[in-house]
């Protein structure tokens, strides 16, 4: 590293990142510092001195501040019980500590623990040059914008999230989250989003659909039609055919798990 920047402002941390092509922002440098990451470079702009650290719960919106670190999510006291199995997740404390909600976001890991929760919320995020996008989009164009907040509307539905290890403590295979809305016993509202499965973490939209519009009932069938859907490689987390199964498997547990909790 030859130059490490610790912009006081936003607008200077955009300006820096213009400035200087191919410098990355630093957020708590969990993936930076990473032997495994091949994310790289000379230029380093710190982003400790811009705090964006502040979550809120309002009356309707959400706000996550970037960098919260997976830790203070979980110690905050509003923070959902979905978010916080999420950053749990991550199970060393050490790097729960270093881990912030931005740098997951921005990472782009095909298994984020954290952007599948953040997308069935259909959060969006605020970014350092005023635009609003969803945190499905920043995923798809790879972006690296600078991200400030991420926000979305609690009220609703009920989310439910899962997360499968290769071994204990060992590599994530996947996690799934699901978020549904009911009236009465009909699903109004799905969302289902799943990371492992591909070099993006995806929305089952096709899935979503036919949930909502009836056509699919929660059970066998869609564990089977999940696992139809998904297209993962086989690697030494597992088998393509072993990762299709769980996948289906995984999001059923979620939809039970919410399906027992609205009872
Ligand atoms: C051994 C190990 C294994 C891990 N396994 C997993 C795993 O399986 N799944 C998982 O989800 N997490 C895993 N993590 C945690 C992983 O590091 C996280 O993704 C973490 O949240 C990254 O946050 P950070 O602040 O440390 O990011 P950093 O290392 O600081 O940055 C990561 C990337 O995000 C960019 N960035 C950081 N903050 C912002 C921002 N606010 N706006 C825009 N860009 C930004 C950086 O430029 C960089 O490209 C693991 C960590 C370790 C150490």
């Keep these: 590293m030859s130059r490490f920047l610790k912009p006081l402002t936003i607008d200077e941390a955009v300006a820096l990142k213009k400035e200087y092509p191919g410098s990355l922002y630093l957020g708590g440098g969990s993936e930076l510092n990473s032997p495994l990451s091949d994310a790289v470079s000379d230029t380093y702009i710190s982003l400790e001195a811009l705090n964006l650290k502040a979550c809120v719960r309002g009356n309707h919106t959400t706000i996550l501040g970037a960098s919260t670190t997976f830790q203070e999510l979980m110690d905050w006291d509003e923070c959902p019980d979905a978010l916080k199995e999420a950053a749990g997740f991550l199970t060393s404390r050490n790097v729960r500590n270093q881990a912030t909600l931005g740098g997951n976001i921005a990472a782009h890991l095909p298994d984020s623990y954290m952007l599948p929760i ?146």
Excluded: W
């Design 118 to 263: 953040l997308m069935v919320l259909d959060a969006d995020l605020e970014l350092g040059n005023d635009e609003v996008i969803s945190a499905v989009q920043y995923v798809q164009e790879h972006r690296q914008n600078l991200i400030i907040n991420i926000r979305y509307d609690h009220t609703r539905g009920k989310a439910a999230v899962k997360n499968v290890l290769r071994s204990s403590g060992g590599l994530s295979v996947l996690s799934a989250a699901v978020c549904l809305d009911f009236e009465g016993e009909k699903i109004t509202k799905a969302a289902i989003a799943v990371s492992g499965m591909g070099p993006k973490v995806i929305r089952l939209t096709s899935i979503e659909k036919t949930l909502v519009d009836g056509s699919l009932k929660p059970g066998a069938d869609l564990e089977k039609a999940v696992a139809d859907l998904v297209d993962p490689v086989s690697d030494l987390k597992g088998s393509a055919e072993y990762k299709k199964y769980l996948c289906g498997v995984t999001v059923q547990d979620c939809i039970s798990r919410i399906q027992e909790a609205v009872a």
